[in-house]
């Protein structure tokens, strides 16, 4: 079985300033690590995914998580954010070669940009 | 090119009742997943199809069907509806199986009274 926490309900930001979300996994197996975005009304969108290889990822809309293994995180980064960004973030992990079927995700992290 | 398309944007429906969502994937996308997304939490996997056959489903109960049509568009069918099926529901289509590029419609929400 895995899970996803995501200690971070709301992350209120100002506009222009970094921001990390946190995300911690449990798994008894190796994973695969993603984030999604949910702008309001609409869908979820991947911003990156991380598989295999290089344990930094870098995703859309100047995003990147680093795949922490040790401490089983996931965490994603925005050097400087912008009002654009307003949405809801999820992480999500799955098990190598299950396609969708194990995808589970967080309960996600409401990011607020504060002009 | 157009995206994940969804319909009804919104429904209403009365315990006990069926309902039906429907979904049109991305052009050439021959796999559909389902996800339940009750507010406040994170979207909970239901099914998915690839190929008109059912290929993974997740933890629900049979109330809960589904199927794909030779154009690869998809239905979820939910009969006796409870007031905990109240939620956001979303489609996502893929190339294959195992292609972790979804794309997302923008979801159904159903309010059931």
């Known amino acids: 079985a895995q899970s996803v926490t995501q200690l971070d309900s709301q992350v209120p930001v100002f506009e222009e300033a970094p921001v990390e979300l946190r995300c911690n996994y449990s798994s008894s197996v190796s994973v695969y690590l993603f984030w999604y975005v949910q702008y309001p009304n609409q869908g979820l969108q991947l911003l990156l995914k991380y598989l295999s290889g290089s344990t930094l990822v870098k995703g859309i809309n100047g995003f990147e998580a680093e795949f922490n293994k040790s401490q089983t995180s996931f965490h994603l980064r925005k050097p400087s954010v912008h009002i654009s960004d307003t949405a809801e973030y999820f992480c999500a992990v799955s098990p190598p070669n299950f396609g969708n079927e194990k995808l589970t995700f967080g309960t996600g992290t409401r990011l607020t940009i504060i002009p | 090119d157009a995206g994940v398309t969804q319909s009804p944007t919104h429904l209403i429906k009365t315990r006990g009742q069926q309902v039906t969502l429907r979904c049109s994937p991305i052009s050439g996308h021959k796999s559909v997943s389902w996800y339940q997304q009750v507010l406040g939490q994170g979207p909970q996997f239901i099914f998915q199809y690839y190929e008109k056959e059912e290929r993974g489903r997740g933890n629900f109960p049979d109330r809960f069907s589904a199927r794909q049509f030779p154009n690869y568009s998809s239905e979820l069918n939910v009969n006796a509806l409870l007031l905990g099926d109240s939620a956001l529901y979303l489609c996502?289509?893929?190339?294959?199986?195992?292609?972790?590029?979804?794309?997302f419609g923008p979801g159904t929400r159903l309010t059931v009274t």
């Open positions: 996502a289509s893929s190339l294959g199986t195992l292609d972790y590029e979804q794309y």
